[in-house]
Protein backbone atom coordinates (compact mmCIF):
# COMPACT_ATOMS: atom_id res chain seq x y z
CA UNK A 1 0.00 0.00 0.00
CA UNK A 2 1.72 3.18 -1.09
CA UNK A 3 1.23 4.94 2.52
CA UNK A 4 2.61 2.56 4.13
CA UNK A 5 5.91 1.22 1.55
CA UNK A 6 7.67 4.35 0.85
CA UNK A 7 10.08 3.35 -1.13
CA UNK A 8 12.07 0.79 0.20
CA UNK A 9 10.87 1.65 3.57
CA UNK A 10 7.96 0.51 5.97
CA UNK A 11 6.62 3.20 7.32
CA UNK A 12 5.78 2.14 10.32
CA UNK A 13 9.18 1.24 10.90
CA UNK A 14 11.40 4.29 9.97
CA UNK A 15 11.11 7.14 12.65
CA UNK A 16 12.73 9.40 10.28
CA UNK A 17 9.05 9.79 8.90
CA UNK A 18 6.61 11.36 10.52
CA UNK A 19 3.98 12.06 7.98
CA UNK A 20 2.89 12.39 4.74
CA UNK A 21 0.30 15.33 3.83
CA UNK A 22 -0.65 16.24 7.42
CA UNK A 23 -1.50 19.63 7.68
CA UNK A 24 0.15 21.74 10.12
CA UNK A 25 -0.38 22.34 13.11
CA UNK A 26 -2.60 24.91 15.13
CA UNK A 27 -4.25 25.98 18.07
CA UNK A 28 -7.93 24.11 18.60
CA UNK A 29 -10.19 26.52 16.71
CA UNK A 30 -13.37 26.31 14.48
CA UNK A 31 -14.38 28.12 11.93
CA UNK A 32 -17.91 30.55 11.84
CA UNK A 33 -19.88 32.50 9.29
CA UNK A 34 -19.61 35.64 12.01
CA UNK A 35 -18.65 37.39 14.90
CA UNK A 36 -21.68 36.35 16.97
CA UNK A 37 -21.40 32.57 16.34
CA UNK A 38 -18.12 33.10 17.39
CA UNK A 39 -18.47 34.28 20.30
CA UNK A 40 -20.51 31.01 20.83
CA UNK A 41 -17.01 29.08 21.28
CA UNK A 42 -19.11 25.72 20.52
CA UNK A 43 -18.43 23.80 17.40
CA UNK A 44 -21.52 22.35 17.09
CA UNK A 45 -23.26 25.90 16.21
CA UNK A 46 -21.07 26.15 13.69
CA UNK A 47 -22.68 25.45 9.86
CA UNK A 48 -19.06 24.42 8.95
CA UNK A 49 -18.50 21.66 11.07
CA UNK A 50 -19.68 17.94 10.89
CA UNK A 51 -18.44 15.33 13.25
CA UNK A 52 -17.96 12.02 11.77
CA UNK A 53 -18.40 9.71 15.09
CA UNK A 54 -20.74 6.48 14.80
CA UNK A 55 -20.69 3.29 14.25
CA UNK A 56 -17.63 2.34 11.59
CA UNK A 57 -16.91 -1.04 9.44
CA UNK A 58 -13.98 -2.53 11.22
CA UNK A 59 -11.75 -5.91 10.52
CA UNK A 60 -8.42 -6.42 12.60
CA UNK A 61 -5.81 -7.45 10.83
CA UNK A 62 -2.19 -9.47 11.92
CA UNK A 63 -0.37 -6.94 10.83
CA UNK A 64 0.08 -4.38 8.16
CA UNK A 65 1.79 -7.29 5.33
CA UNK A 66 -1.44 -8.99 5.38
CA UNK A 67 -3.80 -6.09 4.11
CA UNK A 68 -6.00 -6.55 1.73
CA UNK A 69 -5.39 -3.02 -0.20
CA UNK A 70 -8.67 -3.31 -2.08
CA UNK A 71 -10.53 -2.40 1.20
CA UNK A 72 -9.67 1.33 0.81
CA UNK A 73 -11.79 1.57 -2.34
CA UNK A 74 -15.71 2.07 -2.22
CA UNK A 75 -16.85 -0.82 -4.74
CA UNK A 76 -14.79 -3.34 -1.80
CA UNK A 77 -17.50 -5.44 -0.43
CA UNK A 78 -16.83 -5.77 3.42
CA UNK A 79 -17.66 -9.56 4.19
CA UNK A 80 -16.36 -12.49 6.42
CA UNK A 81 -14.34 -10.93 9.20
CA UNK A 82 -15.33 -7.87 8.82
CA UNK A 83 -17.59 -5.99 11.99
CA UNK A 84 -18.21 -2.83 13.42
CA UNK A 85 -16.88 -1.14 16.06
CA UNK A 86 -17.59 2.92 17.58
CA UNK A 87 -15.31 5.44 16.44
CA UNK A 88 -14.10 7.00 19.28
CA UNK A 89 -13.09 4.01 20.86
CA UNK A 90 -10.08 1.21 22.02
CA UNK A 91 -10.24 -2.25 19.80
CA UNK A 92 -9.25 -3.50 22.49
CA UNK A 93 -12.27 -2.79 24.48
CA UNK A 94 -14.29 -4.32 21.80
CA UNK A 95 -13.20 -8.12 21.87
CA UNK A 96 -10.13 -7.37 19.37
CA UNK A 97 -7.20 -8.16 20.28
CA UNK A 98 -5.89 -7.90 23.95
CA UNK A 99 -4.73 -4.71 26.23
CA UNK A 100 -1.16 -5.05 27.33
CA UNK A 101 0.21 -3.67 30.77
CA UNK A 102 3.68 -2.57 31.36
CA UNK A 103 5.81 -0.62 33.26
CA UNK A 104 9.66 0.58 31.72
CA UNK A 105 10.20 -2.90 29.52
CA UNK A 106 8.79 -2.74 26.17
CA UNK A 107 6.14 -5.30 25.11
CA UNK A 108 8.31 -6.80 23.21
CA UNK A 109 11.98 -7.64 23.24
CA UNK A 110 13.12 -6.04 19.80
CA UNK A 111 15.50 -3.16 19.44
CA UNK A 112 14.69 0.57 18.16
CA UNK A 113 13.26 0.97 15.18
CA UNK A 114 11.82 -2.79 14.77
CA UNK A 115 8.41 -4.11 16.16
CA UNK A 116 7.18 -7.51 16.18
CA UNK A 117 5.97 -8.96 12.47
CA UNK A 118 2.50 -9.98 14.87
CA UNK A 119 1.12 -6.82 14.74
CA UNK A 120 -2.19 -5.81 15.21
CA UNK A 121 -3.79 -3.17 12.52
CA UNK A 122 -7.02 -2.08 12.29
CA UNK A 123 -9.18 -1.49 9.30
CA UNK A 124 -11.88 1.05 9.03
CA UNK A 125 -14.45 2.08 6.46
CA UNK A 126 -17.34 4.41 7.03
CA UNK A 127 -19.09 7.14 4.42
CA UNK A 128 -20.17 10.60 4.89
CA UNK A 129 -21.18 13.33 3.31
CA UNK A 130 -19.97 17.00 2.80
CA UNK A 131 -22.76 19.46 2.83
CA UNK A 132 -23.68 20.61 -0.86
CA UNK A 133 -23.67 24.51 0.56
CA UNK A 134 -19.71 23.91 1.22
CA UNK A 135 -19.10 22.96 -2.45
CA UNK A 136 -16.41 25.99 -3.73
CA UNK A 137 -14.87 25.93 -0.19
CA UNK A 138 -11.76 23.87 1.39
CA UNK A 139 -12.51 20.48 3.21
CA UNK A 140 -10.53 19.47 6.15
CA UNK A 141 -10.77 15.75 7.93
CA UNK A 142 -9.78 15.36 11.26
CA UNK A 143 -8.37 12.82 13.62
CA UNK A 144 -8.03 13.55 17.31
CA UNK A 145 -6.35 10.78 18.32
CA UNK A 146 -4.80 7.13 16.69
CA UNK A 147 -2.54 4.62 18.42
CA UNK A 148 -0.05 4.70 16.89
CA UNK A 149 -0.13 4.74 13.04
CA UNK A 150 -2.34 6.10 10.47
CA UNK A 151 -3.01 6.34 7.37
CA UNK A 152 -6.09 7.88 5.70
CA UNK A 153 -7.98 7.49 1.90
CA UNK A 154 -11.09 9.38 0.24
CA UNK A 155 -12.87 7.37 -2.34
CA UNK A 156 -10.36 5.58 -3.26
CA UNK A 157 -7.38 7.77 -3.49
CA UNK A 158 -4.13 8.10 -0.83
CA UNK A 159 -4.52 11.32 1.24
CA UNK A 160 -2.02 11.10 4.01
CA UNK A 161 -0.24 9.41 7.03
CA UNK A 162 0.58 10.56 10.35
CA UNK A 163 2.40 9.42 13.51
CA UNK A 164 2.07 10.68 17.51
CA UNK A 165 -0.66 8.67 18.93
CA UNK A 166 -1.99 11.88 21.23
CA UNK A 167 -2.12 14.80 18.99
CA UNK A 168 -4.35 15.36 16.20
CA UNK A 169 -3.75 14.53 12.52
CA UNK A 170 -5.43 16.99 9.80
CA UNK A 171 -5.51 16.54 5.92
CA UNK A 172 -6.74 18.63 3.50
CA UNK A 173 -9.40 16.53 1.33
CA UNK A 174 -10.95 19.68 -0.87
CA UNK A 175 -9.91 17.99 -4.25
CA UNK A 176 -11.22 14.34 -3.43
CA UNK A 177 -14.71 15.11 -1.80
CA UNK A 178 -17.87 15.72 -3.94
CA UNK A 179 -20.11 17.79 -1.85
CA UNK A 180 -24.01 16.91 -1.88
CA UNK A 181 -22.99 13.59 -2.15
CA UNK A 182 -21.80 10.45 -0.13
CA UNK A 183 -18.40 10.16 0.18
CA UNK A 184 -16.01 7.37 1.15
CA UNK A 185 -13.23 7.15 3.77
CA UNK A 186 -10.93 4.23 4.99
CA UNK A 187 -8.60 4.65 7.76
CA UNK A 188 -5.41 1.78 9.09
CA UNK A 189 -4.19 2.31 12.06
CA UNK A 190 -0.98 -0.06 13.03
CA UNK A 191 -0.73 -0.81 16.87
CA UNK A 192 3.25 -1.17 17.11
CA UNK A 193 5.87 1.22 15.31
CA UNK A 194 9.32 3.07 15.53
CA UNK A 195 7.29 5.38 17.91
CA UNK A 196 6.01 3.03 20.23
CA UNK A 197 9.73 3.10 21.56
CA UNK A 198 9.05 6.80 22.58
CA UNK A 199 5.93 6.47 23.67
CA UNK A 200 6.81 3.78 26.54
CA UNK A 201 4.52 5.01 29.61
CA UNK A 202 3.76 3.20 32.58
CA UNK A 203 -0.04 2.59 30.60
CA UNK A 204 -2.05 -0.11 29.17
CA UNK A 205 -1.23 -0.66 25.43
CA UNK A 206 -4.40 -0.02 23.33
CA UNK A 207 -5.06 0.04 19.80
CA UNK A 208 -7.29 2.21 17.60
CA UNK A 209 -8.80 5.66 16.52
CA UNK A 210 -9.87 6.39 20.09
CA UNK A 211 -10.67 10.05 19.76
CA UNK A 212 -13.08 12.63 17.41
CA UNK A 213 -13.08 12.38 14.20
CA UNK A 214 -14.95 15.29 12.04
CA UNK A 215 -14.57 17.45 9.18
CA UNK A 216 -15.05 21.50 8.94
CA UNK A 217 -14.73 23.64 6.09
CA UNK A 218 -13.31 27.12 5.64
CA UNK A 219 -13.38 29.51 2.81
CA UNK A 220 -10.23 29.17 0.42
CA UNK A 221 -8.55 32.33 1.95
CA UNK A 222 -8.77 31.25 5.71
CA UNK A 223 -8.05 31.86 9.56
CA UNK A 224 -5.15 29.30 9.51
CA UNK A 225 -4.35 29.68 13.18
CA UNK A 226 -4.58 32.02 16.16
CA UNK A 227 -2.12 33.02 19.10
CA UNK A 228 -3.27 34.97 22.20
CA UNK A 229 -1.09 35.62 24.85
CA UNK A 230 -3.08 37.39 27.72
CA UNK A 231 -0.97 39.19 30.45
CA UNK A 232 -0.37 41.89 33.22
CA UNK A 233 2.16 44.15 33.51
CA UNK A 234 4.58 44.04 36.67
CA UNK A 235 1.72 46.74 38.58
CA UNK A 236 -0.66 43.37 38.02
CA UNK A 237 -3.43 45.79 37.88
CA UNK A 238 -2.92 46.58 33.52
CA UNK A 239 -3.58 43.51 31.32
CA UNK A 240 -1.55 42.65 28.11
CA UNK A 241 -3.00 40.96 24.68
CA UNK A 242 -1.35 40.24 22.09
CA UNK A 243 -3.03 38.66 19.39
CA UNK A 244 -1.48 36.73 16.22
CA UNK A 245 -3.42 35.84 13.36
CA UNK A 246 -2.10 34.18 10.80
CA UNK A 247 -3.96 33.77 7.01
CA UNK A 248 -4.10 30.67 4.84
CA UNK A 249 -4.36 30.18 1.18
CA UNK A 250 -6.20 27.28 -0.19
CA UNK A 251 -2.93 24.76 -1.39
CA UNK A 252 -4.83 23.69 -4.22
CA UNK A 253 -3.81 25.97 -7.02
CA UNK A 254 -3.78 29.20 -5.47
CA UNK A 255 -0.11 29.31 -4.15
CA UNK A 256 1.16 31.82 -5.75
CA UNK A 257 -1.90 34.22 -5.27
CA UNK A 258 -1.34 37.37 -2.42
CA UNK A 259 -4.93 38.76 -0.66
CA UNK A 260 -3.94 42.06 -1.25
CA UNK A 261 -6.05 44.02 0.72
CA UNK A 262 -7.42 41.37 3.35
CA UNK A 263 -7.72 42.35 7.23
CA UNK A 264 -7.94 41.04 10.42
CA UNK A 265 -10.44 42.22 13.30
CA UNK A 266 -10.12 41.36 16.33
CA UNK A 267 -12.73 42.12 19.48
CA UNK A 268 -12.21 40.70 23.56
CA UNK A 269 -15.75 39.71 25.14
CA UNK A 270 -16.07 39.77 28.76
CA UNK A 271 -17.11 36.68 30.59
CA UNK A 272 -20.82 38.00 30.28
CA UNK A 273 -20.36 38.51 26.36
CA UNK A 274 -19.73 42.20 26.77
CA UNK A 275 -17.07 43.80 24.03
CA UNK A 276 -14.19 45.00 26.45
CA UNK A 277 -12.23 47.49 23.82
CA UNK A 278 -14.45 50.39 22.40
CA UNK A 279 -14.24 49.43 18.81
CA UNK A 280 -12.67 46.41 17.29
CA UNK A 281 -8.87 46.74 16.22
CA UNK A 282 -8.07 45.65 12.54
CA UNK A 283 -4.40 45.18 10.96
CA UNK A 284 -4.32 44.98 7.38
CA UNK A 285 -2.13 41.78 6.48
CA UNK A 286 1.07 42.25 5.13
CA UNK A 287 1.54 40.66 1.48
CA UNK A 288 4.67 42.48 -0.08
CA UNK A 289 7.45 40.87 2.37
CA UNK A 290 9.53 39.13 0.02
CA UNK A 291 9.60 36.28 2.47
CA UNK A 292 5.93 35.67 2.91
CA UNK A 293 4.65 33.05 1.13
CA UNK A 294 1.29 31.45 2.46
CA UNK A 295 0.93 31.85 6.20
CA UNK A 296 0.53 35.41 5.94
CA UNK A 297 0.36 37.56 9.62
CA UNK A 298 -2.00 40.47 11.91
CA UNK A 299 -0.38 41.22 15.06
CA UNK A 300 -2.67 42.97 17.62
CA UNK A 301 -1.05 44.51 20.83
CA UNK A 302 -3.65 46.33 23.70
CA UNK A 303 -3.42 47.00 26.88
CA UNK A 304 -6.74 46.10 28.76
CA UNK A 305 -7.37 48.12 31.94
CA UNK A 306 -8.20 46.27 35.15
CA UNK A 307 -8.90 43.06 33.80
CA UNK A 308 -10.12 40.05 35.99
CA UNK A 309 -7.33 37.71 36.72
CA UNK A 310 -7.01 34.33 36.02
CA UNK A 311 -6.07 31.85 38.51
CA UNK A 312 -7.06 28.75 40.22
CA UNK A 313 -9.75 30.08 43.09
CA UNK A 314 -11.15 32.52 40.26
CA UNK A 315 -10.71 31.29 36.70
CA UNK A 316 -11.94 34.27 34.83
CA UNK A 317 -12.23 33.58 31.02
CA UNK A 318 -12.32 36.07 28.30
CA UNK A 319 -12.82 35.31 24.77
CA UNK A 320 -11.19 36.46 21.87
CA UNK A 321 -12.68 36.50 18.71
CA UNK A 322 -10.69 37.42 15.06
CA UNK A 323 -12.60 37.66 12.07
CA UNK A 324 -10.80 37.60 8.56
CA UNK A 325 -12.17 40.43 6.21
CA UNK A 326 -12.12 40.48 2.19
CA UNK A 327 -10.92 43.50 0.37
CA UNK A 328 -14.77 44.95 0.25
CA UNK A 329 -15.03 44.99 4.49
CA UNK A 330 -17.13 41.85 4.21
CA UNK A 331 -16.76 38.87 7.14
CA UNK A 332 -15.33 36.01 5.27
CA UNK A 333 -15.05 33.89 8.73
CA UNK A 334 -14.62 34.17 12.20
CA UNK A 335 -12.81 32.16 14.72
CA UNK A 336 -12.18 32.32 18.98
CA UNK A 337 -9.89 31.40 21.88
CA UNK A 338 -10.79 32.24 25.69
CA UNK A 339 -7.84 33.42 26.83
CA UNK A 340 -7.02 34.48 30.89
CA UNK A 341 -4.91 37.50 32.38
CA UNK A 342 -1.93 36.17 34.34
CA UNK A 343 1.59 36.80 34.68
CA UNK A 344 3.96 33.85 35.38
CA UNK A 345 7.46 34.12 36.77
CA UNK A 346 10.18 32.37 39.03
CA UNK A 347 11.28 34.50 42.05
CA UNK A 348 13.80 33.37 44.33
CA UNK A 349 13.10 29.31 44.33
CA UNK A 350 9.03 30.43 44.25
CA UNK A 351 6.51 29.85 41.43
CA UNK A 352 4.62 33.44 40.98
CA UNK A 353 0.92 33.64 39.76
CA UNK A 354 -0.14 37.38 39.19
CA UNK A 355 2.22 38.49 41.80
CA UNK A 356 2.12 35.84 44.16
CA UNK A 357 4.14 32.89 45.32
CA UNK A 358 1.64 29.57 44.95
CA UNK A 359 2.34 26.16 46.22
CA UNK A 360 1.52 23.71 43.17
CA UNK A 361 -0.27 20.37 45.04
CA UNK A 362 -1.41 18.31 42.18
CA UNK A 363 -1.55 15.25 40.78
CA UNK A 364 -0.13 13.37 37.55
CA UNK A 365 -3.49 12.22 35.72
CA UNK A 366 -3.70 9.65 33.04
CA UNK A 367 -6.76 9.52 30.13
CA UNK A 368 -8.42 6.13 31.04
CA UNK A 369 -11.66 4.76 31.39
CA UNK A 370 -12.26 1.54 33.42
CA UNK A 371 -14.83 0.94 30.52
CA UNK A 372 -14.00 2.57 27.84
CA UNK A 373 -9.94 2.90 27.81
CA UNK A 374 -8.52 5.66 26.35
CA UNK A 375 -11.60 7.27 25.47
CA UNK A 376 -12.40 9.85 28.15
CA UNK A 377 -16.09 11.56 28.51
CA UNK A 378 -17.00 15.06 29.04
CA UNK A 379 -18.74 14.06 32.40
CA UNK A 380 -15.73 11.90 33.15
CA UNK A 381 -13.39 14.56 33.25
CA UNK A 382 -15.32 16.68 35.46
CA UNK A 383 -15.99 13.95 37.83
CA UNK A 384 -12.30 13.75 38.45
CA UNK A 385 -11.59 17.66 38.31
CA UNK A 386 -14.41 17.84 41.28
CA UNK A 387 -12.99 14.63 43.12
CA UNK A 388 -9.74 17.24 43.01
CA UNK A 389 -11.25 20.05 44.21
CA UNK A 390 -12.42 18.19 46.80
CA UNK A 391 -9.73 17.25 48.15
CA UNK A 392 -7.93 20.63 47.42
CA UNK A 393 -5.81 19.69 44.72
CA UNK A 394 -5.16 23.07 42.40
CA UNK A 395 -2.76 21.06 39.36
CA UNK A 396 -2.50 18.49 37.34
CA UNK A 397 0.12 17.18 35.13
CA UNK A 398 -0.82 15.37 31.86
CA UNK A 399 1.00 12.74 32.52
CA UNK A 400 2.48 11.95 30.24
CA UNK A 401 1.05 12.87 27.04
CA UNK A 402 -1.47 15.76 25.48
CA UNK A 403 -4.62 15.34 26.50
CA UNK A 404 -7.92 15.33 24.55
CA UNK A 405 -8.46 19.15 24.20
CA UNK A 406 -11.64 19.27 26.10
CA UNK A 407 -9.73 18.58 29.17
CA UNK A 408 -8.03 21.89 28.60
CA UNK A 409 -11.06 23.98 28.58
CA UNK A 410 -12.38 22.05 31.78
CA UNK A 411 -9.30 23.40 33.59
CA UNK A 412 -9.45 26.79 32.50
CA UNK A 413 -13.02 26.72 33.08
CA UNK A 414 -13.14 25.35 36.48
CA UNK A 415 -9.78 26.30 37.84
CA UNK A 416 -6.81 23.97 37.16
CA UNK A 417 -3.01 24.53 36.86
CA UNK A 418 -1.91 22.56 33.92
CA UNK A 419 1.70 20.89 33.53
CA UNK A 420 1.07 19.93 29.40
CA UNK A 421 3.58 16.92 28.99
CA UNK A 422 4.72 16.13 25.20
CA UNK A 423 4.13 12.41 24.37
CA UNK A 424 7.51 11.44 24.95
CA UNK A 425 8.44 8.37 27.25
CA UNK A 426 11.70 6.16 25.67
CA UNK A 427 11.99 4.48 29.70
CA UNK A 428 13.53 1.24 28.36
CA UNK A 429 15.79 2.79 25.84
CA UNK A 430 16.45 5.90 27.75
CA UNK A 431 19.92 6.59 28.01
CA UNK A 432 20.28 6.23 24.22
CA UNK A 433 17.21 7.87 21.86
CA UNK A 434 17.50 11.11 23.52
CA UNK A 435 20.69 11.18 21.40
CA UNK A 436 19.40 9.15 18.29
CA UNK A 437 19.55 11.48 15.60
CA UNK A 438 16.80 9.32 13.86
CA UNK A 439 14.66 10.39 16.14
CA UNK A 440 15.21 14.07 16.32
CA UNK A 441 12.60 15.23 14.32
CA UNK A 442 9.67 13.13 16.37
CA UNK A 443 11.28 14.53 19.63
CA UNK A 444 10.89 18.12 17.93
CA UNK A 445 7.90 17.64 16.36
CA UNK A 446 5.72 16.38 19.42
CA UNK A 447 6.95 19.06 21.74
CA UNK A 448 6.14 22.01 18.83
CA UNK A 449 3.16 20.36 18.27
CA UNK A 450 1.48 20.55 21.56
CA UNK A 451 2.78 24.03 22.30
CA UNK A 452 1.10 24.73 19.08
CA UNK A 453 -2.15 23.07 19.51
CA UNK A 454 -2.34 24.31 23.34
CA UNK A 455 -1.05 27.83 23.34
CA UNK A 456 -4.10 29.36 24.36
CA UNK A 457 -4.97 27.99 27.38
CA UNK A 458 -4.53 30.25 30.32
CA UNK A 459 -4.41 27.07 32.28
CA UNK A 460 -0.99 25.59 31.26
CA UNK A 461 1.71 27.17 33.00
CA UNK A 462 4.64 24.89 32.15
CA UNK A 463 5.01 23.11 29.06
CA UNK A 464 6.83 19.49 29.75
CA UNK A 465 9.61 17.45 27.44
CA UNK A 466 8.20 14.48 28.42
CA UNK A 467 8.91 11.90 30.99
CA UNK A 468 11.55 9.23 31.47
CA UNK A 469 13.97 9.87 28.61
CA UNK A 470 17.04 10.34 29.81
CA UNK A 471 18.30 13.86 28.34
CA UNK A 472 19.99 14.54 25.61
CA UNK A 473 20.35 16.92 22.29
CA UNK A 474 16.71 15.70 21.26
CA UNK A 475 15.68 17.51 24.46
CA UNK A 476 18.06 20.30 23.96
CA UNK A 477 16.96 20.98 20.53
CA UNK A 478 12.85 20.53 22.10
CA UNK A 479 13.82 23.04 24.40
CA UNK A 480 15.09 26.00 22.40
CA UNK A 481 12.18 25.99 19.97
CA UNK A 482 9.41 26.42 22.82
CA UNK A 483 11.76 29.38 24.58
CA UNK A 484 11.65 31.03 21.49
CA UNK A 485 8.59 30.87 20.73
CA UNK A 486 6.42 31.07 24.35
CA UNK A 487 7.97 33.18 26.52
CA UNK A 488 5.44 33.68 28.91
CA UNK A 489 5.40 30.11 30.06
CA UNK A 490 8.11 28.10 31.78
CA UNK A 491 9.50 24.88 30.94
CA UNK A 492 9.72 21.34 32.84
CA UNK A 493 11.89 18.37 32.42
CA UNK A 494 12.90 16.44 35.54
CA UNK A 495 15.10 14.62 33.69
CA UNK A 496 17.44 17.43 33.55
CA UNK A 497 18.20 16.99 36.76
CA UNK A 498 20.51 13.95 37.09
CA UNK A 499 23.72 13.11 35.96
CA UNK A 500 23.96 10.58 32.51
CA UNK A 501 26.66 8.31 33.71
CA UNK A 502 27.50 6.30 36.58
CA UNK A 503 24.87 4.80 39.13
CA UNK A 504 21.64 5.69 38.15
CA UNK A 505 20.36 9.07 40.48
CA UNK A 506 23.63 8.86 41.75
CA UNK A 507 24.05 13.44 42.03
CA UNK A 508 22.47 16.22 40.93
CA UNK A 509 23.33 18.08 37.39
CA UNK A 510 24.06 21.77 37.79
CA UNK A 511 20.79 22.76 37.02
CA UNK A 512 20.98 26.32 37.29
CA UNK A 513 20.71 27.69 33.87
CA UNK A 514 19.67 24.50 31.79
CA UNK A 515 17.98 25.25 28.66
CA UNK A 516 15.91 22.05 29.17
CA UNK A 517 14.28 23.21 32.69
CA UNK A 518 13.02 25.87 35.01
CA UNK A 519 12.22 23.25 37.82
CA UNK A 520 13.87 21.51 39.91
CA UNK A 521 11.72 18.03 40.28
CA UNK A 522 13.61 14.85 41.55
CA UNK A 523 11.05 11.68 41.17
CA UNK A 524 11.72 8.83 43.47
CA UNK A 525 14.29 10.66 45.58
CA UNK A 526 15.62 8.95 48.73
CA UNK A 527 15.65 11.72 51.43
CA UNK A 528 19.34 10.77 51.46
CA UNK A 529 19.58 11.68 48.22
CA UNK A 530 18.15 15.21 48.28
CA UNK A 531 19.56 16.18 51.59
CA UNK A 532 23.26 15.51 50.44
Not at 121 to 150: I, K, M, N, Q
Not at 205 to 221: E, H, L, N, P, Q
Not at 306 to 330: D, F, I
Request: aromatic share 12%; hydrophobic share 40%; proline share 7%.
Amino acid sequence: MELLNLGARQAWMAPEIVQVNRLPMRATLFPYPNTTAALSYDREKSPYFRSLNGDWQFHLAANPESLDSAFVSPEYEAGEGWGSIPVPSNWTMHGYDKPHYTNIQMPFPHEPPFVPAENPTGCYRTTFEVPADWDGRRVVLHFGGAESVLAVWVNGVAVGFSKDTRLPSEFDITPYVTPGAANFLAAVCIKWSDSTFIEDQDQWWMGGIYRDVFIYSTAKTFIHDVFAVAGLESDLTTGILKVTAQIGLESHGYENEHPDGWKFEMQLFDSAGAPVLEAPLQSEIPTQHPWSKNRLKGVFETKVSAPAPWNHETPNLYTVVVSLLSPEGAVVEATSCRVGFRRITLGDRELLINGRAVLIKGVNRHEHDERLGKVVTREAMIRDIELLKQHNFNAVRTSHYPNDPLWYDLCDEYGLYVIDEADIEAHAFSRFLCHDPRYASQWLERCMRMVQRDQNHPSIFAWSLGNESGYGANHDAAAAWIRRYDKSRILHYEGVNYQEDGPERAAWLDWAGQIATDLICPMYSSVQAITT
